[in-house]
Each structure stands twice: as structure tokens, then as C-alpha cells.
């Protein structure tokens, strides 16, 4: 099959099933869709619909037990453990319900741990850092630790690390699911923001108004995609 460049990722008949000691759960049946380079889609359905294992599939933390996924034209199920986690740290950007920050560290030192793991800390990075900790509204807190912050900073900080790499390709599961109803409308504005910039961003909810922000609604029903609509 050709690739597609236009296209930031393209989804083909993708299936998921859990293989358990008495029984099989078909989590995902036959997902389809192609995501155009800058789109805003929010991911909806029942709990228990395949949400968060198709993010998992997009974000190559697992494999899909059938179909195909390219990621910017490339076939992401013939890449080897290497190849999978250099495109988990550079080329996709993450973003959790529980923000999953390391509390003993301050927020920069939050910000700059993919550059420890991936083995690009340099005082040019630690810059972008700061950077980008003042670009998510955080320079008078630079210093805290995320005990000390707020649920939404404590997910600016989550954001700011997810961009460390400059990924184009942003996934994130229920990222307002822990905070109130204002703060969650400042991260919404800021993920905003950052499809304004350009960057592909799908983001998993279940609440209506999170998913009105974005322009594109998938909504699953037991592991198929009942419909796909832009608004
Ligand atoms: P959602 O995020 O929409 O709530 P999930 O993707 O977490 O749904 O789960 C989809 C289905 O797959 C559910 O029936 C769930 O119980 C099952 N499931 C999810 N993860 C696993 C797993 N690691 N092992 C077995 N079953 C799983
Ligand atoms: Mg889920």
C-alpha cells in the first residue's frame, strides 16, 4: 500500500483482542480512519469501548492483533523494539489523566526527564525547557515540586514535557478528566493552541464539551466506530 505524506497517520482495519486464561475480549474490531496532517480529533464512547486501547495502538506502546498503522507513512507494525521506542520519544507527544510527574523532582527537572532517557540533555535543551515551561504559564513556578502545584499546572507541566522532542504527533488520554470545569477549558485552550501551530492532536473523552473544542468526533461502541463526523 502507498503512503500517503498529507497524511499525519493512517488507520487500517485495525484489530484488538486480550487474550485471557478464560476468555478472549475483542477490545477493537475492524477501526478504520485516516488522520490529516493538523487535525483535532477527540476520541468518545461508552467505557469499556476501546478508548484507551486504540490510543495505546496509536502511540506504539502496544500491537494491534490485526490491520495496519502508518505514522507519517510509515508501517509502524514492521518496526523492531528500537525503532518503536525512538518513535515513542521523538515523534509522538503524550499527555495522561494523572499527569504522571516525578514528585521528588522541581518542574523544569519534570520537563527536561525525556532528554535523561533520551540521552540529549545539553544546556541548549535545558533552554527550550525553561521555554517551554513559560510557554505553558509556568515561570513563576519553575522551582516547585508537583505537590506544590495545581492539578491544571501539574498538567502544563505534563504538556510542556510532551513537547520536549518536538513531536508533531500529540496523544492524549482523558487529559481534563481530573480537573474542574474552568481549569479544564485553560488546557483545552492550550492544546488549541498547539494544533493552531500545526501539531496533529487526538485526545480521548467523555465529556461533550472537551470534545467540542476539537473538530473531529470518532465515537466506538464495543470496539467499533459508530460514527466519525467534523464539526
Ligand atoms: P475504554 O478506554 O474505552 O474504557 P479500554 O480500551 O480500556 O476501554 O478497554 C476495552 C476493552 O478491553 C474492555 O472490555 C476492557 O476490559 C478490555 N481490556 C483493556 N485492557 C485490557 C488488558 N490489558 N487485558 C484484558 N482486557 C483488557
Ligand atoms: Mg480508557
Known amino acids: 500500500m502507498q503512503a500517503d505524506s ?24 475492524d477501526v478504520s480512519f485516516d488522520v490529516p496532517r493538523g487535525d483535532f480529533i477527540s476520541i468518545m464512547g461508552p467505557s469499556g469501548s476501546g478508548k484507551s486501547t486504540l490510543l495505546n495502538l496509536l502511540g506504539c506502546l502496544d500491537q494491534p492483533t490485526s490491520g495496519n498503522y502508518w505514522l507519517g507513512g510509515e508501517d509502524v507494525g514492521s518496526m523492531n523494539d528500537d525503532q518503536l521506542s525512538e518513535t515513542r520519544a521523538l ?36 533552554a527550550r525547557c525553561l521555554d517551554l515551561a513559560k510557554m505553558v504559564g509556568l515561570e513563576s513556578r519553575l522551582s516547585h515540586r508537583p505537590s506544590q502545584l495545581s492539578g491544571g499546572q501539574q498538567q502544563r507541566v505534563a504538556i510542556a514535557r510532551s513537547l520536549v522532542n518536538d513531536p508533531q504527533f500529540m496523544l492524549a488520554d ?14 483545552l485552550e492550550l492544546l488549541r493552541k498547539l494544533n493552531d501551530e500545526g501539531r496533529t492532536i487526538i485526545l480521548v473523552t ?26
Open 6 to 29: 498529507a497524511l499525519a497517520a493512517s488507520i487500517h482495519h485495525l484489530g484488538k483482542d486480550y487474550v485471557l486464561a478464560s476468555e478472549t475480549v475483542r477490545a477493537l474490531h
Open 91 to 126: 515523534r509522538i507527544g503524550f499527555v495522561f489523566q494523572s499527569y504522571n510527574l516525578l514528585p521528588a523532582l522541581s518542574v523544569v527537572e519534570n520537563i527536561e526527564v525525556p532528554l535523561y532517557y533520551s540521552g540529549r540533555l545539553s544546556p541548549a535543551m535545558r
Open 174 to 187: 482523558e487529559p481534563t478528566g481530573n480537573l474542574d470545569s474552568k481549569t479544564s477549558a485553560e488546557i
Open 206 to 231: 467523555h465529556e461533550a464539551d472537551v470534545a467540542e473544542q476539537t473538530v473531529r468526533s470518532i465515537f466506538l461502541r464495543d470496539g467499533s466506530i459508530v460514527s466519525d463526523e467534523r464539526h
